[in-house]
Nanobody
Framework: QVQLVESGGDLVQAGNSLRLSCAASGRIGSIRTMGWYRQAPGKQRDLVASITDGFDTVYGDSVKGRFTASRGNAKNTLYLHMNSLRPEDTAVYYC???????????????WGQGTQVTVSS
């Protein structure tokens, strides 16, 4: 079984920084992509940042230049460094991995449970 666990969400003031972490564990064969998505109340879930196993990184337009995603040395960890936070960054942040379990031959999507980030003005 595969699990993704996020941590690091918090209540912060606008302009401050925060770092989120995501750890994938379980019977993982290979990981193609890990990424961060966020969902604010009443809105759709949007891409924040995504990193491939080749470390190609894509960012959502609203976070470019402020957020940085990185993979850990173990490659099953993912971080999101968020700088210059704004009230509109308030959302539940979800970690997603596209990976192949050991006992499977297909790549599948896995999601974490989410971590709340609240930015006060």
């Amino acid at each position: 079984q595969v699990q993704l666990v996020e941590s690091g969400g918090d209540l912060v003031q606008a302009g401050n920084s925060l770092r989120l972490s995501c750890a994938a564990s379980g019977r993982i064969g290979s990981i193609r992509t890990m990424g961060w998505y966020r969902q604010a109340p009443g809105k759709q879930r949007d891409l924040v940042a995504s990193i491939t196993d080749g470390f190609d990184t894509v960012y959502g337009d609203s976070v470019k230049g402020r957020f940085t995603a990185s993979r850990g040395n173990a490659k099953n960890t993912l971080y999101l460094h968020m700088n210059s936070l704004r009230p509109e960054d308030t959302a539940v942040y979800y970690c997603k991995a596209v990976l192949r379990p050991i006992d499977d031959y297909l790549m599948r999507d896995y999601w974490g449970q989410g971590t709340q980030v609240t930015v006060s003005s």
